[in-house]
């Protein structure tokens, strides 16, 4: 082969090579999937415990859009800014710093951690997140330890990795919080409506329940669970909400009492 063949010949393998290369590491990039893609939607029972004339309803939280903020591109999923890095997953809050604003990162999620890893987070108790999320008065530091980690299958048949710790509410690759989305850094304050969360979706197709049946059952008038379609009022027993309709009687969480 002559010489200056030999060299277009090896400088070919060494692209194709390369090109090769550049595929793959794509490729496992790709595969590497978004753990809250635009798709993703998470469902609530909201109910109201006071009579003031608002009625329980189902709510969905989904993505509204990107925001780019500081040069990233962040989802909108509420209005507040998500931002995935890597297998971390935070809020962005624009805080005042001196006479200016700062954006500040809020840790979520962190799908690395190990058993026997912490995780800090910040807690809030405003009466909404957004307003928590600025303001320091309402904020209080976390720690949890992973006691271990377990992999299970969500409904849509993809295999996922479930953190337990010893200080917080489990979490699931893909799903969030067992409690909802943005459950780490709200802490329940005491208002006229509470909020459980019941599922998430994907595309339509249901990943995680919180009970089974919860996504079926708060999608129709199941006579099981409260949803908005009851018209009811509501009742302190023993120093517990129960939601009465007619002759059924129901508990805080919306369930059907025997």
């Known amino acids: 082969m002559p010489p200056h063949v030999n060299h277009l010949f090896f400088f070919a393998m060494k692209t194709i090579n390369f ?12 595969a590497q999937e978004s753990y809250f893609p635009a798709t993703m939607s998470w469902k609530y029972l909201q109910e109201e415990l006071c009579d003031d004339g608002t009625e329980s309803h189902i709510a969905t939280l989904q993505s509204s859009g990107t925001k ?16 995935a890095e890597g297998s971390k997953i935070y809020v962005l809050a624009e805080k005042e710093s001196g006479s200016e604003m700062k ?22 108790h405003g009466e909404t997140l957004q307003q928590s999320l600025i303001d320091d008065s309402t904020q209080a530091l976390r720690e949890a330890t992973v006691q271990s980690i377990e992999t299970v299958t969500l409904m849509d ?45 994907e595309d339509d197709e249901t990943l995680f329940e919180t ?10 008038a199941n006579d099981n669970i409260y949803t908005d379609t009851h018209k009811a ?18 508990n805080s969480q919306g369930m059907l009492v025997p």
């Open 19 to 30: 090109t090769i290369l550049l595929t793959a590491f794509c490729s496992l990039l790709c």
């Open 68 to 83: 780019e903020v500081s040069g990233k591109t962040c989802q909108l999923i509420a209005d507040i800014p998500v931002l």
């Open 103 to 124: 954006d500040t990162l809020i840790l979520l999620y962190d799908f690395s951690l190990a058993v026997g890893d912490k995780i800090v987070w910040i807690e809030s």
């Open 157 to 201: 048949g993809r295999e996922a990795r479930r953190w337990h710790y010893d200080n917080r509410a489990d979490d699931i690759e893909y799903v969030g919080s067992i409690e909802g989305l943005f459950a780490p850094l709200s802490l329940p304050i005491a208002t006229c409506m509470k909020e459980t969360f019941l599922c998430c979706h």
């Open 211 to 220: 009970s089974v049946g919860a996504c079926d059952k708060t999608a129709t």
């Open 233 to 250: 009022h509501k009742q302190l027993i023993d120093g517990h909400f129960y939601i009465i309709d007619n002759d059924k009687i129901y």
